[in-house]
């Protein structure tokens, strides 16, 4: 009887808040029952979300962030995949980069959603990030990290993580993320697109030029190796032509997929899909199919290595029954 209760709330708690995968333990003895359960949908759902209160955006505490900013010498933003699940939020973000005058870095997870190619853009941080991302964090005095987790790739070492950084400001729409990795010093469990708009409404014009100065010097541009071998910065800068505002980009895990999000521009949210956290080999055909399928219209290239493509080569079956 509480069954499809059970169903519905699931349904509500992967979709909403942190999306995410829910489990449902069914026992063998009620998988087994055929059962007729009365259920009105407007009323279950009234009742989950009596359940679940939605986090509202404090308007004191935002301010409090806009005033670290303005007040700090060497701020930077830091963005993750909680990011990425709104398009308004890649013109919201620049926005607050050029209001605050500060650079910002975005996490594999957050690729797309800030844009690339400008002298806010760092790409992305941690072990395979580049040069001026982790400069920048090992440099900044004020470090503001909006929907993203502090993981071991973006961290390495906690104890040797930004050093510098007098204010370390978490926003994340889940509280258990908080606190968990990198001790912070001000803490705001909210939305982050909620977040975002509240924060560019709140940022008073900024001036860091020393500090923007000081990290454009500290950009590396990768030498490709002589010889016969194609090196992998030239190939993405082929691939890279190809990618406009109308593809999607696939990858699959491996050294592959950290080559596309350090040489590809992806040029908008939810526009770089690929398999962060877990890092599952043969993501990366059965997403493209996918998203293929979910935007028939729109190029997707998909990026994989030997291994995670033999892992679903059968695949190809599929691509050439519905002409993909």
Request: glycine share 8%.
């Amino acid at each position: 009887a509480q069954l499809p209760d059970i169903v519905a709330e699931a349904f509500f708690v992967a979709s909403t808040g942190r999306p995410g995968p829910v489990v449902i333990d069914i026992p063998k003895d009620v998988f087994v029952q055929d059962v007729q359960v009365p259920y009105d949908n407007g009323t279950v759902r009234n009742r989950i979300m009596m359940k679940y209160k939605p986090c509202q955006v404090n308007k004191e505490q935002v301010n409090k962030v806009a005033q670290f900013i303005q007040k700090a010498e060497k701020p930077m933003l830091v963005v993750g995949g909680g990011v990425n699940n709104r398009l308004k939020n890649r013109d919201v973000l620049y926005e607050i980069a050029k209001k605050a005058d500060m650079p910002v870095s975005t996490t594999l997870m957050g690729r797309g959603v800030f844009p690339a190619g400008n002298v806010y853009d760092l790409g992305m941080p941690g072990m395979h990030g580049t040069v001026e991302a982790n400069y920048t964090i090992q440099h900044c005095d004020c470090l503001v990290a909006v929907g993203m987790r502090f993981d071991d790739r973006v961290t390495s070492n906690v104890s040797s993580f930004a050093p510098n950084a007098k204010m370390i400001v978490h926003v994340d729409i889940d509280a258990a993320e908080i606190g968990k990795t990198v001790t912070v010093g001000y803490p705001l469990v909210a939305d982050s697109a909620d977040f975002l708009d509240a924060l560019l409404e709140a940022l008073p014009q900024c001036q860091h030029k020393d500090w923007m100065d000081e990290v454009q010097q500290s950009r590396y541009e990768i030498q490709s190796p002589a010889g016969s071998v194609l090196p992998p910065k030239e190939t993405f800068a082929f691939i890279d032509k190809y990618v406009d505002e109308n593809t999607v980009v696939v990858t699959d895990v491996g050294q592959h997929q950290m080559w596309a999000a350090l040489f590809l521009n992806v040029a908008g949210s939810r526009q770089f899909i690929t398999s962060g956290g877990l890092g599952t080999m043969g993501f990366g055909f059965p997403a493209a199919i996918g998203t293929q399928f979910g935007f028939p219209d729109r190029n997707v290239i998909l990026i994989t290595g030997d291994g995670s493509f033999q892992m679903n080569m059968q695949e190809l079956a599929i691509m050439k029954k519905f002409k993909l």
